[in-house]
């Protein structure tokens, strides 16, 4: 008799799997896009400036406090796997471990966001 095929129906782990993926790929766009305008200092300061100061503008204060909330996702996700791979204990409470990670991260994001934002759009 053959057992029937079993199907990963997309638990916490799994849609930890993609943030994890997602957040790493997005925080590697990040540092190539550093590096490069770090590195146009070298070439011409005054396009260094041109693309500094476009940064100053709302719309990339929300890709920064987004990129803020992908490291910590990142950061603290990448423990919770650590864990996992090393304990047995937080193998059986990986789902509460995956709560507890996204509890960190707005905790983190609600003292980082108001200050950040009132930057952002208040000018301060």
């Known amino acids: 008799m053959q057992s029937a095929p079993t199907l990963y129906r997309g638990r916490e782990g ?7 993926r997602a957040t790493g790929v997005a925080i590697f766009f990040f540092l190539v896009v550093h590096v490069i305008d770090t590195a146009l200092v070298r070439v011409s300061p005054e396009a260094y400036n041109e693309v500094i100061a476009s940064y100053k503008t709302p719309i990339f204060g929300l890709v920064e406090a987004g990129l803020v909330a992908a490291i ?11 864990a996992i791979d090393t304990w047995p204990w937080a193998l059986k409470h990986q789902r509460a471990l995956v709560w507890v990670v996204w509890g960190i991260m707005i905790v983190l994001m609600a003292g980082f966001l108001p200050r950040h934002l009132s930057h952002v759009f208040g000018g301060a």
């Open 72 to 82: 910590i996702l990142h950061a603290f996700n990448g423990l919770r796997i650590i």
């Open 14 to 20: 799994m849609w930890m799997w993609v943030v994890h």
